[in-house]
């Protein structure tokens, strides 16, 4: 008989050591699936999609798993919430068989302390710092536990999706819960790295902001405008043809005939001096048969783009058709200026200039901070040069942020300030600023 008490002591311990020995593997399984969590959606999916090319299976299975987001983050938190309330229960039990009524109070605050250390805060904290090395190990358990819950994870979405639906929201089904707009994370990484660690230099973000922006900016803010184009009339006398092309900066000139807007060609300087050789060989070494050259049979022809194509579309319609030059007309039909190929290269790589090119900076820097600029360079030259930030949405040269901003035409020696900048109208020709000088208010 003395036996008995002492049986069901040695039950009752060994019980007890099953029931820590549970909740002990119960707090383990919360913290992979924490851990788990904060990998899946911290790894740098650029990183993994290198790694697959290389031929890495976890990382094909980890993209795999985050292409679904909704799914896997749904699976994750079913795991992680039956581990948690199980361990709480199993410890909510044996508290009470230890301490009775009161062991309800223990078992919350010290599974509460646990859950938050050792199953959230340490295990988030370490797949954080090591969020490859922990998705690619995590990706094959993580990648079952999907398969399993699977069917329960869709019937809590459609729950979900329908408790919504009541307060009138809708979710995309297409959503997906660990991409953001990739063109803006990729902009804000570059400015994280630039501003922040100084990892990439100024230069390298320009460029490489400059090629994300490429989508979002239109042919008309980079144009060449058509006051500036040099043309020629086709009707001109062959020789007055050839002295201008050969005293031109520029190789492709477009020609025009009874006025203007009228364009009938672009002419190309080794194809006028391949013409003009021809004809002298075949005159034996004469300049008589220039005369008779018909400017127009040599010529291209003209190739026009809407004023609102992207530089996007339009780098790809270069590459595409292998041209370098097209001529840029607005919604009617009237001539805006022209692009080339060099004017995106440009907004890419900055200013490419070669022994032909005129200097045409247009921005002088004062030796009191200030810095007299014309009114026809543009607002993104200003912000990619001197690091500002004007705004370029509802104006591209910086006179026409002016105007703007002023809802006039300014007369010259008036005085702004907006945007943190002071901008004094230095001249004014007619009804155009084209020169100013502009002085940052604070350290930009």
């Given at each position: ?8 002591a040695?039950e009752?311990?060994g ?98 302390v ?37 069917p ?5 979405q ?8 009541l ?25 994280l ?8 230099e ?13 989508g ?45 807007e ?40 003209p ?16 590459l ?5 030059f ?7 039909g ?101 020169q100013?000088?502009?002085r ?5």
């Amino acid at each position: 008989m003395a036996t008995e008490p002492l049986n069901a002591a040695v039950e009752t311990s060994g019980g007890s050591i099953w029931t820590f020995s549970a909740i002990f593997g119960l707090l383990l399984l919360s913290a992979f699936f924490s851990g788990s969590e904060t990998a899946l959606t911290a790894v740098s999916r650029a990183k993994l999609r290198r790694m697959a090319d290389q031929g890495s299976k976890a990382a094909r299975r980890v993209i795999g798993l985050t292409d679904d987001g909704e799914t896997l983050i749904g699976a994750i938190l079913i795991g992680n919430n039956v581990v948690n309330i199980l361990a709480t229960s199993l410890a909510t039990s044996l508290a009470l068989s230890i301490f009775g009524d009161s062991g309800v109070a223990i078992a919350t605050l010290v599974m509460t302390v646990l859950v938050m250390i050792f199953a959230e805060v340490l295990p988030k904290t370490y797949a954080f710092a090591n969020s490859e090395k922990a998705s690619l190990l995590a990706s094959r358990p993580i990648a079952l536990l999907v398969r399993l819950f699977y069917p329960i994870v869709i019937a809590v979405q459609f729950i979900v999706r329908g408790a919504l639906s009541l307060f009138g929201l809708k979710l995309d089904k297409d959503a997906h819960v660990l991409s953001h707009e990739a063109h803006d994370e990729i902009r804000g990484a570059i400015d994280l790295h630039h501003y922040e660690s100084g990892g990439v230099e100024k230069s390298d973000r320009d460029r490489l902001v400059g090629a994300l922006d490429l989508g979002d900016r239109e042919v008309s803010e980079v144009m060449m405008h058509r006051r500036n184009i040099m043309m020629l009339n086709a009707d001109s006398p062959p020789q007055e043809l050839i002295e201008a092309v050969l005293e031109s900066a520029y190789t492709r000139i477009p020609l025009w005939r009874d006025e203007q807007e009228n364009i009938v060609g672009v002419i190309h300087a080794k194809d006028l001096l391949r013409a003009v050789d021809k004809l002298i060989r075949r005159d034996g070494g004469g300049l008589e048969g220039v005369d008779n050259l018909d400017i127009l049979k040599i010529a291209m022809e003209p190739w026009f783009v809407p004023d609102t194509t992207s530089l996007s579309d339009q780098l790809r319609e270069f590459l595409s058709k292998k041209s370098h030059f097209a001529l840029v007309v607005d919604e009617y039909g009237a001539l805006q200026g022209l692009i080339t190929l060099e004017d995106i290269i440009e907004e890419i790589v900055g200013e490419i200039e070669d022994e032909h090119d005129i200097q045409t900076d247009g921005v002088t820097r004062e030796s009191d901070g200030a810095f007299l600029a014309d009114g026809t360079v543009t607002i993104r030259d200003l912000n990619r040069y001197f690091d500002w930030n004007l705004p370029d949405e509802e104006a591209t040269t910086i006179a026409g942020l002016v105007i703007h901003e002023a809802q006039a035409i300014p007369a010259q020696g008036q005085s702004f300030v907006f945007h943190d900048f002071r901008f004094d109208i230095v001249t004014r020709v007619r009804n155009q600023i084209t020169q100013l000088r502009i002085r940052p208010l604070k350290r930009a």
